[in-house]
Every structure is written in C-alpha cells, then in structure tokens.
C-alpha cells in the first residue's frame, strides 16, 4: 500500500538516513510531521554524525569535546544531501538554508594542505609525485575495467602488490577514505569511479567541502530542529529488537515491532496504511569512549542492538543481506580517533608555524611511515557551536591498532588519552616547551570503534538488501549496509541517496533522484584525471581557483 498522509512511519535509528527520509517526506510527499515517529536506543539524533562534550568528563583535567569521526563533503557527488540541504534553515540565520551556510564558508577559507604527507624525519613531502609505476596504471585500469559481479569478494590485495601500497597515492587515498589493503576491490573500484574529480588535487585536498562547525552541530541539530518544528515524535532509549512481517517474497509487509525501552519489552502494532523505515547495522555500534588516564574497552559481544536486530531479519528473508560478512572479523573493521581539546595556544600555534596552514585550511597531515598510520586535522576554531572561549580542538585517527607506536612503544589500542598525545608530540617533534605546556592544558579523549570500516568489507551480490526489497508493501531499510548501484558508502551522501529512495518509493513521490555523478563523461574531469595517472603527478589546484569554482571533496 503506497503511504498517504494518514499513514504513520515508524523509523528505526535516528541517524541521518532515517532523518532525511523523514525530511522528503514531509516535504514532497505531504506526509504530517506527527505521524513520523522515531525510535532510537541512544539519547540523541545522529547516529555516527556526532559532536558533543566529552562523554568521560569526571577524569578529565579540563572541559573537553569529542567527534567520533570527520566528514569531508564534494560538490559534484554530494547531490541528494545538497537537495537535502537546501531545505533546512541554518541555526545561525534562518533566512538562508545550510547548503547557502555551506557555499558561503567554502570560499572564505578554501582548503590547500601543504603538509598531507609527513616523513619521518619531519620534512614534509612532495605529495604531488604519487608514485605511480607503469604496473600499478594497468591493475588499476584493470579493475576498473571488470565487471563487480567478475570482482566479487576479492580484496584491494589482489589487484596490487606490496610496492603500490608504500607509493604516496595509496597513503593519500587511504587515509582520506580510511580504506585498508584487505578490504573490498569492489568499493574501491566504486570510490575510484565517484571520486576520478578529486585525482589530481589529492594531494591538497583543494576539493574537501567542510562546515562551519562540526556536523552534528552545523547538519544534524538544523535537520533535528526543522523536523521538531513539524511535530516529528522522537522516543529515545528505545531499542526495536524484532520486526514481525506478514507475506512472502511476492507480496509482504510489516505487522509489528518489538521494542524494549525505561518501562521493558512492548509491541507497536502497525496499522493497514503504516509503514517502517529500518536502519541495518551500524559502523559504530559498540563505541567506548576513555579519557586521559584510562584506555578504551574492545566490545565484541554486540551490546547495541543494530547488528542483532539486523540479523534477526536476516534469518526470516533470504534476500535481507549477510551482517555476518561486514561485523567480522573485528580486527579487520576497527580503529580509533582521538580529539584534543588545547585550553592554551601553543600547539596549534606550532603546527600553524610548520604547515604554514592556519586552522580550517589544511585538512589532513599523514605521518605516512609511522607505524600507526597516524593522522590529524586542525579544524577551523570554534569547531563546536558551544566551544568555551580560549579552547581550541585537533581530531585524529590511527588506521594500524594493534602495532606499537614509534615513540611510547605501546599500540594505540592499549594507550591512555596522555600516551596518545605523547606518540603525536613524539611524531610533531617540537620543542619541549610547546609539549611541556600542550600536556599541562591539553584533555585527549580516545574512541575504540570495533566496526568503524565494516562497510568496506569484502562482498558478493546479495549480502546487501535493497532499499526497498522486492513484494516489500510497506518498509524500507536504510544506513551504509543498503545496495545502492555504483554509490559509495562510509558517504553521508549514501545515507541521504537510501533516505530519498525509500521515502520517494514509499510514498509514490514523482520527483527524480538525483543521478550517480559520473566524473568520467565530463571529458575535462577525465583528461585531468589520466594526465594525473600517467604522468605521476597530481597538479593541486590553485586555492584560489578552488574558491571560483566552489570545488568539492570526500567524506569519511
């Protein structure tokens, strides 16, 4: 049954996908605010866009903020959230929408990182030469060439060898995408294709589109509050634990869901007209979050309810995907971030000095040799909307767990908050003045992320449902563990791209969706993209022509 506006949508997980189906259907189906209700088993929207005081605040010396992850946008791939964007009033000025917030920060301090790749010795690296050979051009031009279905479940290991994964361009690929050598050669085939704009400024990152502040704050609270204006029903700490459906595989739709929250285990039964929007799985389910003098737990025994929620379904349908290829192996999915919060000048002062980036315009900076593959950005200040006066952050994340680091001889999975600052410090190399003062004013907290890259994990056809599955009558499922054909996931344009397609496919809405960009049918894009390839050199777009264009960039 196509929803109407008397029919009631329950969402389940309050992420961006859920949030942004709600958002269209508001907006071009009609649908009343009222009758959208969500259920989320934490105690705030978002989902993985997060952004907030530090969770571990009673050890902490000072005040403290925390991003679990950073999201670089682009312009030409980013179109159902730009759509999405254009909608919602920003909170600092209601007469223009976030997308126009967005458009009119890009310019004013557009990125041009002058110190992506850092060596071991503390020079900074060429990052223009990727380090290409003739070899590495014909694997790539290989996998780009097959066919998925002739890719499979096969690894980024099996179309390279050992050296293209020491060149510079895989250091700068990975790390902006937080790819590892085992994951899908399918997905980095679909990244490679999404992203072929961004080949030649790769190593500046002259394309990344930031936000004002971090995303919850400058994305999540504007669509939160514009959601609250139109009566949306929001019901935190409530976990869904089963879905009850009526049919087969021709013709079936959902009758009930099983819920537990403060006052135990209940059923919402679903009306004839009412429908289900689901989030499956979770890229950060299971978070722990440690301060200064305590290190994080590993949690492997699923204690958040997205991955067993979406394994239940998994066993009453066959074409409802395969969870157990994405959450496993842990040691393959996971790794850690760490914010700083610095209640003095010195480092940031410090790393402006050697970059020659002032906050907000040199994105990432890579040690590229060290053995956690560590890597940090120094956002424009204030990174958060309610940052205390004189406080300023860095977020970071390490790609290699369980190696031991290059100057406190401890993996960062086992470091305290002050380790990690020790290792960073080690890696910086300033003089002990600037780290004596960056210890006694700086608060780290860390996050353990156990499934932080399971969407990245190899896979065939079928371990990933549809949007809408086929006979589905009344649901849809959403998140970054949805099949959405030559989209890119670990994107919040992927999350925006299912939201769309579900509340448009529910709802009968005739609009189109936005099209998959395609970089290479711009034959400009696609000369830049194969001079970049061939001659071993991205050419960095000029800052300033980056501004003119209102250029793009990425997500992680």
């Known amino acids: 049954m196509t929803l109407t506006k008397d029919s009631h949508v329950w969402m389940v997980g309050g992420g961006i996908a859920t949030m942004s189906s709600a958002a269209f259907l508001i907006r071009d189906a009609g649908i009343p605010g009222e009758h959208i209700h969500f259920l989320e088993q934490l105690d705030v929207t978002g989902g993985s866009m997060d952004g907030a005081r530090s969770p571990v605040p009673a050890e902490q010396k000072l005040p403290a903020y925390v991003t679990r992850g950073g999201r670089m946008f682009e312009e030409e791939a980013y179109q159902c959230l730009w759509n999405l964007l254009d909608t919602i009033p920003s909170l600092e000025d209601p007469s223009r929408s976030v997308l126009a917030e967005f458009r009119e920060f890009y310019p004013a301090l557009p990125p041009h990182s002058r110190a992506r790749i850092v060596n071991p010795d503390r020079t900074i690296a060429d990052a223009s030469e990727l380090g290409f050979r003739p070899r590495d051009r014909v694997a790539l031009l290989r996998l780009l060439a097959l066919p998925e279905r002739v890719i499979g479940a096969r690894r980024i290991t099996d179309f390279f060898d050992e050296e293209f994964f020491s060149s510079h361009f895989w250091t700068l690929w990975r790390t902006t995408f937080a790819f590892q050598s085992w994951h899908s050669a399918i997905e980095l085939k679909r990244y490679f294709l999404r992203f072929t704009q961004e080949f030649d400024r790769i190593d500046t990152l002259a394309g990344v589109r930031r936000s004002v502040y971090n995303q919850y704050d400058s994305v999540i609270r504007p669509i939160e509050a514009w959601l609250t204006d139109r009566g949306v029903d929001v019901r935190f700490g409530t976990r869904v634990e089963d879905v ?88 393959e999915t996971k790794w850690k971030s760490f914010t700083l919060t610095m209640h003095a000048p010195d480092l940031l002062d410090a790393i ?18 060290s053995s956690w593959l560590l890597s940090i950005v120094v956002p424009h200040q204030p990174h958060f909307r309610d940052q205390l006066a004189g406080t300023s952050t860095l977020w970071g994340y390490a790609l290699f767990s369980d190696t031991p680091g290059d100057h406190t001889g401890k993996t960062i999975e086992r470091s305290t908050g002050a380790e990690i600052l020790d290792e960073l410090l080690g890696h910086l190399g300033f003089d002990e003045r600037v780290n004596a003062r960056t210890r006694e004013t700086t608060t780290v907290t860390h996050v353990q992320m156990p499934y ?69 049918s711009d034959p400009a894009v696609a000369w830049r993209a194969m001079r970049t390839l061939l001659t071993d050199e991205a050419h960095g777009e000029d800052p300033t022509l980056a501004a003119a264009h209102d250029g793009p960039w990425i997500n992680r």
């Open 452 to 520: 932080i890259d399971a969407q990245f994990q190899p896979r065939e056809p079928g371990d990933r449902p549809p949007v809408v599955p086929p006979g589905a009558e009344n649901f849809a499922f959403v998140g970054q563990f949805v099949e959405i054909p030559e989209d890119v996931v670990f994107t919040v344009e992927y999350s925006a791209h299912a939201g769309m397609i579900a509340a448009y496919t529910l709802a009968g809405v005739d609009k189109p969706i936005p099209p998959i960009y395609h970089a290479l």
């Open 244 to 331: 009850d459906f009526a049919g087969d595989t021709g013709s079936r739709r959902v009758t009930a869901l099983h819920i537990r929250d403060a006052n135990g285990p209940s059923v919402i039964e679903l009306g004839a007209g009412d429908h289900a929007i689901v989030t499956l799985g979770s890229m950060t389910a299971d978070t722990d979050y440690a301060g200064d003098d305590t290190t994080t737990e590993l949690i492997l025994d699923k204690r958040d309810a997205s991955w067993t929620l979406w394994e239940k379904l998994a066993r009453k349908f066959d074409d409802f995907g395969r969870p157990e290829r994405f959450y496993g192996p842990v040691e």
């Open 352 to 369: 402006e000095q050697y970059t020659g980036n002032p906050p907000g315009e040199g994105n990432l900076m890579t040690w590229h040799r």
